[in-house]
C-alpha cells in the first residue's frame, strides 16, 4: 500500500495543491493536523484537500479542534476524521490522535491534552497499526530547534507496546520530512511538503 504523508499546512494553498496531485498516485493520504492558523482558514485549506480523491486520514492538530474538523470535511465522503478512533481501509487498520501532546506553551486557544489524557486516547491502539498524531512520540522526530526532545511520552509508550507498522506525526516543525525510528517502527514527521511512504508487503492486503 502506497501512501501519502502530509502536516503542518497552516493555510498553506499551494502546497496542499501539490499534494492533491500526488494523491493521485496513491492508495491513502493520511494529514496529521494543523490544516489551519490558530483556528482560522480551516474551511478554506479543507477545500482544496477535498480534491484528493483516495480515502484520506485525517486527525485535528493544535490549530484546530476535532469539532471544527469534522464541520469543515462534512460531505468530503473519503475523508476519515480520527481523534481516540480507527478506521479500517484496504485491510490496514489506522488509529488517530490529534492536538497538543503534552500541554503546549501557546495558550488557551491551543488544542492541547495532558499525557494523562493521551494515554486514554491512545489505549483502543491496535496493535501492528498505522498510527497517526499530530504530536511526535519523545526522542524521535521531535527537536526543537534547540535541540530540546518536545514530543510525546504516552505516544512512544504507544508505540513501544504496540509496535506500528508505521507512526506518522508532525507538530514539531524543524523535523518535518523527516523519519527516525523506535524500535522497529519508522516514525515521520510529515511536513508541509509531504512524504509518500509504502508499507512493506505483506502489512497491508
Not at 478554506?44 to 480515502?55: F, G, H, K, M, S
Not at 485491510?91 to 506553551?105: E, H, L, N, R, S
Not at 501492528?128 to 526532545?149: K, M, N, R, Y
Request: aromatic share 4%; charged share 20%; hydrophobic share 40%.
Amino acid at each position: 500500500m502506497k501512501l501519502l504523508l502530509f502536516s503542518d499546512l497552516h493555510c498553506d494553498a499551494v502546497a496542499a495543491r501539490a499534494l492533491v496531485e500526488r494523491s493521485r498516485q496513491v492508495d491513502v493520504a493520511i494529514g496529521a493536523g494543523d490544516f489551519s492558523k490558530v483556528h482560522r482558514g480551516l474551511h478554506e485549506i479543507i477545500q482544496v484537500l477535498r480534491a484528493i480523491e483516495c480515502p484520506t486520514v485525517l486527525v485535528p492538530g493544535n490549530n484546530e479542534n476535532i469539532d471544527e474538523l469534522r464541520e469543515a470535511c462534512r460531505g468530503w465522503k473519503d475523508a476519515h476524521i480520527l481523534h481516540g478512533s480507527g478506521v479500517t481501509l484496504h485491510g490496514m487498520a489506522f488509529y488517530g490522535v490529534g492536538g497538543g501532546i503534552p500541554v503546549t506553551p501557546f495558550g488557551d486557544w491551543s488544542y492541547d491534552f495532558s499525557e494523562i489524557a493521551a494515554v486514554e486516547l491512545l489505549a483502543d491502539c491496535p496493535p501492528g497499526a498505522v498510527l497517526i498524531t499530530h504530536s511526535p512520540p519523545l526522542g524521535a522526530v521531535d527537536s526543537s530547534s534547540e535541540g530540546q526532545g518536545l514530543g510525546s511520552t504516552a505516544i512512544r509508550a504507544t508505540i513501544e507496546a504496540t509496535k506500528p507498522v508505521l507512526a506518522v506525526c508532525g507538530h514539531v516543525h524543524v523535523d518535518g520530512g523527516k523519519h527516525e525510528c523506535i524500535a522497529n517502527t519508522p516514525v515521520v514527521n510529515a511536513g508541509p511538503g509531504g512524504v509518500e511512504w509504502t508499507l512493506p508487503a505483506g502489512k497491508s492486503s
